[in-house]
């Protein structure tokens, strides 16, 4: 028997980093090919499952998630694929119900391993090598096939016609509202990057659109005609009302709405469903929604008991995430302004005494209009890196918070900055929010273990 590469999941971790990987700002030219011809060499593991594909600018992470804890309350194993992860590579590659096993994901990658292992370029499509996220990809399709896994819940990486994840075929395909974000790479305008996420639409597969700006909503409409694909909305078919948020989470009534199908009518009946969730923030109750109207268009056979069973079992980190509760301390990974606004909402219905900022983002994010919205209501600011992993530019994310608030402080050493702000909070009694990227408070999980 051949020897083991791999002695555990952060192995495989280390080897994917050697190649391309566009979340620490290297580039590469994206396209399908070199994924197909990828999952072709294992057997196309991405195919045989039921597939609800989530793409959109925020809130994919928690529609797919409760999406996939409703399937798994409803009984199917169901595989779970997010990004970025916060702790740990292997968070990105999960089941419904916890954990994928060790054994699982270095098994996959063996599969993988000698398609790619000491291949030139010119061995793949484009005479480019494998990214670090195509590979990371196709292990999670390798470890669902492996686990017989009857589900699966995919998370666009970026934008979605062109990414990575876009050779599933979806039962149902479900898109989060979309703001500018990734310019660079998905274009300069509402509706050129609604184009790129409208690309997971396929062709008689039904979508489920969260409310969306009319500019997407547009792009959106004119997609799912061509692709004959229904199209279902929340506020039109599925809403969320009552909602109310406090540090357990987030709780509301899904009803159905007057062009609902029957079978969403039945689950949500006339008085609609009462459900909760532990992620905390009232943009959940509309994730609740989406998540659920995907869920029952994928499964028809859903019942209210799987709704709210799943609901409540859906966790994700650094979604308005507690970590202590005196002072509290709460990890936000929001990183454009619109998800700040519903983080800041949060964060001054919740505590409304002093708080403490520790900002760092990316340095393709729009510094300058989050923190204007931030910068108001913190009684001190502290802007640094978001770790090492991702490229940034804290000195340029600096002078938009020192424009507005010249008392802000600098520190670039993102470990010293998190020492900083929980010293401004707890000499304070103050909350800390955290915020502005993933890998920031990938760093703070660390540090407030």
Not at 37 to 50: D, E, I, S
Not at 390 to 413: G, H, I, M, N, Y
Request: glycine share 8%.
């Amino acid at each position: 028997m051949a020897r083991q590469r791999f002695a555990s999941s952060e192995d495989v971790f280390a080897y994917l980093m050697g190649f391309v990987n566009v979340e620490k700002g290297q580039k590469t030219e994206f396209k399908l090919d070199r994924m197909l011809f990828l999952a072709a060499l294992v057997g196309n593991p991405h195919l045989g499952r039921l597939t609800i594909h989530v793409a959109g600018s925020k809130g994919k992470g928690s529609v797919s998630t409760m999406a996939a804890n409703i399937l798994g309350a409803a009984g199917l194993k169901t595989g779970l694929y997010t990004s970025p992860h916060i702790l740990r590579w292997k968070e990105r590659i999960a089941l419904s119900d916890g954990e994928m096993p060790e054994a699982t994901l270095i098994a996959a990658m063996e599969e993988i391993l000698p398609f790619v292992e000491g291949r030139p370029a010119e061995f793949f499509p484009g005479a480019e090598l494998p990214t670090y996220f195509e590979l990371t990809t196709l292990v999670a399709f390798c470890a669902f096939r492996a686990q017989g896994c009857a589900a699966q819940v995919i998370e666009v990486g970026l934008g979605g016609r062109l990414d990575s994840t876009n050779i599933v075929d979806p039962d149902v395909s479900a898109i989060t509202p979309i703001e500018l974000e990734h310019t660079q790479f998905l274009g300069d305008t509402i509706g050129k990057i609604a184009f790129e996420k409208a690309g997971i639409i396929k062709h008689g597969k039904p979508v489920c659109l969260a409310r969306q700006k009319d500019e997407a909503l547009a792009v959106f409409r004119t997609r799912a005609a061509e692709s004959k694909s229904s199209l279902r909305l929340v506020g039109a078919d599925i809403d969320a009302r009552d909602t109310i948020i406090s540090p357990s989470g987030t709780s509301c009534r899904l009803v159905a709405g007057p062009d609902a199908e029957a079978t969403l009518k039945a689950l949500l009946e006339s008085g609609g469903l009462e459900v909760q969730s532990p992620i905390i923030g009232a943009v959940q109750a509309q994730n609740m929604a989406l998540a659920t109207m995907a869920a029952a268009c994928a499964l028809p056979g859903l019942t209210r008991r799987d709704v709210v069973r799943g609901l409540a079992a859906a966790k994700l980190p650094a979604r308005f995430e507690l970590v202590r509760a005196s002072p509290p301390v709460v990890l936000d990974g929001a990183h454009t302004p619109e998800s700040v606004r519903l983080t800041v909402d949060t964060a001054l219905t919740l505590f409304p005494g002093p708080k403490v900022l520790l900002f760092a983002c990316a340095y393709d994010k729009r510094h300058a209009e989050m923190a204007a919205l931030l910068a108001p209501h913190f009684d001190a600011i502290v802007v640094t890196k978001p770790g090492t992993f991702k490229a940034s530019d804290p000195k340029a994310v600096f002078a938009s918070f020192a424009a507005l608030r010249p008392d802000a402080r600098l520190e670039e050493d993102t470990a010293a900055a998190l020492a900083l702000a929980a010293g401004e909070a707890e000499s304070r009694g103050a909350a800390l929010l955290v915020t502005g990227s993933f890998y920031l408070c990938a760093e703070a999980e660390t540090f407030f273990s």
